[in-house]
T-cell receptor, first 114, second 111 residues
C-alpha cells in the first residue's frame, strides 16, 4: 500500500514563528499536494507539485510556500504563522491511472497558532 | 473558478433507510471522485467516475455521474452504522492533476 507520512500530527506554534510541515511518500508518485481542511469549507488546495523542484499555486497559496527537493518529499512552509492558519493540513500524493488522478492522503497535521 | 457544492452538509438517518448525497460542480469537468473520511482519520478513495453515465458500486454505496447536468450522486442503500463518516466529492479535468473538493457531507447513521 502507498503510504503518505506526515511528520507531525499535532503542532502548537506562536504567531510569527516559522513552521515546517513535512510529507514523505513511498511509492514514487509524481504528484504531491497540500490541502488545508476547515469545518464547513471542505478541503482547499494550497500548493501542488508534479515534479521535483516544480510547484503550482492552488486556490489559497497566500502565506504559504513549498519545497520539493526530492521526489518523495514535499514540505509546506509557513514563513510567519498567523492565527488564521490554525487548521488541519493534509498532504496527498498521486499519479495518473487511466486518466484519473487518485490521491492517497496522509493522516494530517493539526496546527494551532496562538 | 471551479466550485463544488455538496448537499446536504449534514445527514442523520436511521439504519436500513436509503438516501442520496448530491455533488454539483460549476464548470465542465470529466473526472469525479468520491472520498470517505472517518472521524480523526484521513481521506480514503471510494470511487472514480470518468465518463458521462458512469456508475460504480461497492457494497451499499453506489456513485453515478451526469456530466451534462454537472451532477454526481452517492446513493446509500439500507444504511448501516459502519457507513457513518464524512463523504467528499472532488472534480478534476483530464490532463490537470488538481482536484477541487466539495465541502463534505457528514453522515450519521442512527441505530
Amino acid at each position: 500500500d502507498v503510504k503518505v507520512t506526515q511528520s507531525s500530527r499535532y503542532l502548537v506554534k506562536r504567531t510569527g514563528e516559522k513552521v515546517f510541515l513535512e510529507c514523505v511518500q513511498d511509492m514514487d508518485h509524481e504528484n504531491m499536494f497540500w490541502y488545508r481542511q476547515d469545518p464547513g469549507l471542505g478541503l482547499r488546495l494550497i500548493y501542488f507539485s508534479y515534479d521535483v523542484k516544480m510547484k503550482e499555486k492552488g486556490d489559497i497559496p497566500e502565506g504559504y510556500s513549498v519545497s520539493r527537493e526530492k521526489k518523495e518529499r514535499f514540505s509546506l512552509i509557513l514563513e510567519s504563522a498567523s492565527t488564521n492558519q490554525t487548521s488541519m493540513y493534509l498532504c496527498a500524493s498521486g499519479f495518473g491511472v487511466g486518466g484519473a488522478n487518485v490521491l492517497t492522503f496522509g493522516a494530517g497535521s493539526r496546527l494551532t497558532v496562538l | 473558478e471551479l466550485k463544488v457544492e455538496q448537499n446536504p452538509l449534514f445527514l442523520s438517518m436511521q439504519e436500513g433507510k436509503n438516501y442520496t448525497i448530491y455533488c454539483n460542480y460549476s464548470t465542465t469537468s470529466d473526472r469525479l471522485y468520491w472520498y470517505r473520511q472517518d472521524p480523526g482519520k484521513s481521506l480514503e478513495s471510494l470511487f472514480v467516475l470518468l465518463s458521462n453515465g458512469a456508475v460504480k458500486q461497492e457494497g451499499r454505496l453506489m456513485a453515478s455521474l451526469d456530466t451534462k447536468a454537472r451532477l454526481s450522486t452517492l446513493h446509500i442503500t439500507a444504511a448501516v452504522h459502519d457507513l457513518s463518516a464524512t463523504y467528499f466529492c472532488a472534480v478534476s479535468n483530464f490532463g490537470n492533476e488538481k482536484l477541487t473538493f466539495g465541502t463534505g457531507t457528514r453522515l450519521t447513521i442512527i441505530p
